[in-house]
């Protein structure tokens, strides 16, 4: 089975911009996540997808981040605007219940 | 909230040498998993455990869920240089979402 699938896997943006990351879980997934590994600490928690429903958002930082998930596919994160702070690398991951996460490769970002 | 916490944080040995890193929860958990992020990759899920003082190999990993279910262990024996990377340690408090531990990050001497 193809994994999960992230674009893009760099972006450098500049303070204020905005930018969208891109999540393609495994297919018959219905549980998304996302975390993301600031400055090479711990992997945190940003929120659960279970399909297109909010399962957990309570990771999210501020409301400058927005996760969406249409249809209960692909999910986007979208950061606006961005700040300094956000610079990482983000990780999405799906699941089936109870399974171990299958991570995408992330997508590393810089806010200069 | 749930805590979990790893050490060492780093850990370096020679080829050939064990290694064992330790993750401990402030709270019971019902599952726990371990994961393996090589330099520049992504996590990469190893294993899960589920049962109170459960032991699971791998090769030569072991893994070893407490009799509490409140700690866990990953031990390599004989280290190779394709052991390198940071190893975590995810805990699942029943119902919410599994909690990354801060990891462990192996280097290997050849």
């Known amino acids: 089975e193809a994994g999960v699938t992230q674009f893009p896997s760099h972006s450098v943006i500049e303070k204020g911009q905005t930018v969208t990351l891109r999540c393609d879980p495994i297919?018959?997934?219905?549980?998304l996540y996302w975390y993301r590994r600031v400055m090479g600490k711990e992997i945190k928690f940003l929120l659960h997808?279970?399909?297109?429903?909010?399962?957990?958002e309570s990771g999210m930082p501020n409301n400058r981040f927005l996760a969406e998930r249409t249809g209960g596919t692909y999910s986007t994160l979208k950061v606006q605007p961005a700040e300094l702070e956000d610079s990482g690398v983000y990780f999405c991951?799906?699941?089936?219940?109870?399974?171990?996460?299958?991570f995408g490769s992330g997508t590393r970002l810089t806010v200069v | 909230g749930q805590q979990v916490m790893q050490i060492p944080q780093y850990q370096h040995v020679q080829e050939g040498e064990d290694f064992t890193t330790y993750c401990n929860s402030s709270?019971?958990?019902?599952?726990i998993q371990w994961y393996k992020q090589r330099p520049g990759g992504h996590p990469v899920f190893l294993i899960q455990?589920?049962?109170?003082?459960e032991v699971k190999k791998q090769k030569r990993l072991t893994f070893q869920f407490g009799e509490a279910k409140k700690n866990s262990s990953l031990h390599i024996t004989a280290t190779q240089t394709t052991d390198v990377g940071t190893y975590f340690c995810?805990?699942?408090?029943?119902?919410?979402?599994?909690?990354f531990g801060p990891g462990t990050r192996l280097s290997v001497l050849p």
């Open positions: 991951a799906s699941s089936r219940v109870n399974y171990g996460y299958t």
């Open positions: 297919s018959g997934h219905d549980n």
């Open positions: 997808f279970v399909k297109e429903s909010k399962q957990d």
């Open positions: 709270t019971t958990l019902s599952n």
């Open positions: 455990l589920v049962k109170s003082g």
């Open positions: 995810a805990g699942l408090n029943y119902g919410q979402n599994f909690v």
